[in-house]
């Protein structure tokens, strides 16, 4: 009797488990990089959330346990980035799009909202043109200020070119800019400093490719819902962005800077609940 209330407490603690604590997983994308993956809870739809340049899977920290007490959560390491595979030779906005393609197409869910942060907003765009009815919308933090937006070769080459001298310097210059003057000195601190420290042949590819492409394209052969939960640091073109696309929704966090989901999980957390609900409903 003894032992089977043991296999039953252990049965209840396996399902528990599986449902609170991170499930660990790879898949290969469509060029065979290995990408890691973390998964949470479960229901749907599924929120597959994307990082932004030099960033990783933990990034998303302050909403994993939160939105996996109702949905299903996975968070990603795009190709060259956290725990995932750094074969790949040019790490472009496409290929970032199949590794969470392939992500996604490993879950059990019939409908995924994508969100993404920074360059991860470019990311899933990409991904919902392979991913087609599986995506109900896209979610991005910090990110789609300006859809139509492209750089010229010549302005990407000025840009990269302190990036290309000093790699680790100029990320923290730049990282700590788009913070605001009252931010968290440690959390300036912590974001700048790790991504300083990402590998330079996989951030400088990745950076040159994301400014000399633009959504156009893509933005064609999609036609879901987009909304943005952005910072006012930035000018947001809305109107164009709504020219554009399906429909386009903009939510403001005030006062912090282009980290959103970090410098104020909370807020950030509310407004990605209304996003959420508003998806599901036209769902």
């Known amino acids: 009797m003894k032992n089977r209330a043991f296999l039953v407490f252990l049965l209840i603690a396996l ?13 290969l994308s469509k060029d065979g990089s290995r990408i890691s993956y973390s998964k949470f809870g479960k229901g749907e739809p599924a929120l597959v959330f994307v990082h932004g340049w030099s960033c990783d899977k933990s990034y998303w920290s302050n909403q994993e346990e939160i939105f996996a007490e109702n949905y299903t959560v996975v968070t ?3 190709a060259g980035h956290g725990k995932s595979g750094t074969e790949r030779n040019n790490y472009t906005m496409e290929l970032f799009g199949q590794d969470v393609a392939a992500v996604v197409n490993s879950l059990d869910s019939k409908k995924t909202v994508l969100i993404g942060h920074s360059m991860g907003g470019v990311v899933i765009i990409e991904a919902a043109r392979i991913l087609k009815d599986k995506i109900i919308g896209l979610v991005g933090a910090d990110t789609f200020q300006n859809l139509g ?29 788009m913070f605001p003057p009252n931010a968290d000195p440690a959390l300036v601190k912590k974001v700048s400093d790790d991504m300083a420290s990402a590998p330079e042949k996989v951030a400088v590819s990745a950076m040159e490719n994301m400014f000399k492409g633009n959504a156009i394209e893509a933005l064609g052969e999609i036609d879901i819902p987009i ?9 947001i073109r809305v109107e164009e962005n709504r020219k554009m696309t399906k429909s386009y929704e903009l939510k403001m966090m005030n006062g912090v800077g282009h980290f959103v989901m970090l410098e104020d999980p909370a ?3 509310l407004l990605l609940q209304e996003a959420i609900d508003g998806l599901t409903e036209k769902n």
Not at 149 to 177: H, I, L, Y
């Open 15 to 27: 399902i528990i488990s599986t449902e609170i604590f991170p499930q660990s997983e790879t898949v």
């Open 76 to 78: 990603i390491d795009l």
């Open 149 to 177: 937006e492209t750089m010229p070769a010549e302005q990407v080459g000025v840009f990269m070119k302190p990036f290309k001298e000093n790699f680790s310097a100029s990320t923290r210059e730049f990282v700590k800019s």
């Open 227 to 235: 909304i943005s939960i952005n910072c006012d640091r930035y000018p």
């Open 267 to 269: 807020r950030f957390n």
